[in-house]
């Protein structure tokens, strides 16, 4: 069997491409031909213009005419004949003599006053003879290539407009119309970063945050629009938590939008007072912003519990299920607590403690608590509940005895009265019935 080796195809270079026959002319391109005017062009026809209106108005035109158009050719003209390089340029397609100065005091002036003929020519009274408008050829010109210096660009200014001097002469650079930077509306209050001097009360709150995140019962989603900023609202912003602790209510600026000042605290210790709209373009800035979800948030809201409310705790209702002959005969025996931490934390082990009767327990009820004193609480719970309290001894685990003082033989209905108008702040309006053992008003 005979094998044929084949040799791989050579790559051939840009030289080689161009070096071939270009029989189709695909690589003769011309270069492309500028249709913009040349500076020599834009200059004739300035000085056109500002004939056409002297032949057709019989005078020149006057920088303070209310006509806009009128008042450009003043100037056009003006700049025009400062210049002695384009008063000479232009010598040869000066037909009226504008640029050998002012029309009264020339041969030329008289000629103004003549009426014009159909095709623009001005013609003498004492003469048939008619002098034309139409330029002569066009000279040659200027390449763009050949500006290089800034001197190139003021020289070709034919309006005067970069020139900044000279009487009667406007400039670019003269702000007539434009209010000073000073006179500017200026915002009432820059944004600053200040030290924090309640930070104290947003501490243990960050913390909390912190710790819900962690532990998945907080979640911090993208920032998507303005309308998601409210007092209370908390951001990562910059890598770190704040919270807008306070809105105003008023809108700051011009515009539409609601744009009232913020209180903003920072988990470092400081404060700012940004503008509402200030924070949301800081958040859509930050690749990293984020909107703190927390549970519960919405639940607090319909309450009216902000997050000015500290959670001081959670009041509790508890029932025995002791089978303690002592106990067994008492039929309404609840317990009325109150507990920093989780309720089933609080009561896991009860069997072992003597708070709890050691016997097991059930939670009828519970309450959470803001800014309430867990003290003054249980102070108010037992003057109400003085005569209910239950009064046995009981045995316990170890061979000892005890008396429980945490007790009560009240019924539920009342139990929950009782609570709800120690949060309420009504208590002192109540006393207990002890014949029928419920809350009824002071008379």
């Known amino acids: 069997m005979i094998r044929t080796r084949r040799e791989p195809p050579k790559r051939r270079t840009l030289d080689d491409i161009f070096a071939d026959p270009d029989e189709l002319g695909l690589l003769r391109v011309a270069p492309p031909k500028s249709s913009a005017p040349s ?29 806009l158009n009128e008042a450009t050719l003043a100037v056009q003209l003006a700049a025009l004949r400062r210049d002695p390089a384009k008063v000479d340029g232009l010598a040869a397609w000066d037909s009226l003599g504008l640029l050998g100065g002012s029309t009264g005091d020339s041969e030329d002036a ?53 020139s900044g001097g000279g009487e009667n002469v406007e400039s670019i650079f003269d702000l007539t119309h434009v209010p000073e930077a000073s006179e500017r509306d200026m915002p009432d209050e820059i944004a600053q970063r200040t030290h924090c001097n309640d930070f104290y009360r947003f501490e243990g709150l960050f913390d909390q945050v912190r710790d819900e995140l962690r532990q998945g019962d907080a979640e911090a989603v993208p920032f998507q629009k303005e ?8 951001f990562v912003l910059n890598g770190m938590l704040c919270i807008a602790d306070q809105v105003g209510k008023e809108s700051v600026g011009a515009g539409r939008k609601f744009n009232p000042r913020l209180r903003v605290v920072f988990d470092n210790g400081t404060e ?4 509402l709209r200030s924070l949301a373009r ?19 809201a319909m309450q009216g519990i902000t997050h000015h409310d500290k959670r001081t705790g959670v009041i509790y209702i508890l029932r025995s299920l002791s089978q303690d002959p002592a106990l067994r005969g008492i039929r309404n ?13 609080r009561i896991a082990g009860a069997e072992r403690q003597q708070t709890y009767l050691e016997a097991p327990v059930q939670v009828v009820t519970s309450f959470e608590c803001y800014n309430l004193d867990p003290r003054r609480f249980e102070r108010l719970v037992h003057a109400m509940l003085h005569h209910q309290r239950v009064s046995v001894l009981l045995h316990s685990r170890d061979g000892g005895s005890y008396r ?21 702040g009504t208590i002192a309006q109540y006393r207990m019935d002890n014949t029928t053992g419920r809350l009824v008003k002071k008379k």
Not at 227 to 234: L, N, V
Not at 272 to 275: E, G, H, P, V
Not at 283 to 290: C, F, H, I, N, S
């Open 39 to 67: 500076a020599d062009q834009r200059l004739v026809a300035t000085l056109q213009g500002i004939e056409a209106f002297v032949t057709l108005h019989g005078r020149e035109p006057q920088k303070d005419a209310k006509d």
């Open 333 to 345: 025996l609840y317990k009325i607590g109150y507990t920093e931490t989780d309720v089933e934390k």
């Open 404 to 424: 429980p003082r945490e007790w009560f033989d009240v019924e539920l209905d009342a139990a929950r009265e009782i609570v709800n108008r120690i949060v309420d």
């Open 282 to 300: 800081a958040l859509y800035k930050d690749e990293t912003g984020r909107r703190i979800l927390r549970r519960g948030d919405t639940f607090d």
């Open 110 to 162: 008289s000629q103004d006053d003549q009426p014009a003929t159909s095709d623009g020519a001005v013609q003498s009274a004492g003469s048939s003879t008619t002098k034309s408008c139409s330029p002569p050829p066009a000279k040659a010109t200027v390449s763009p290539d050949s500006v290089t210096s800034l001197d190139d660009i003021w020289e070709s200014d034919t309006l005067g407009l970069l």
């Open 227 to 234: 309308s998601q900023i409210d007092e209370g609202d908390m």
């Open 272 to 275: 700012s007072n940004l503008l």
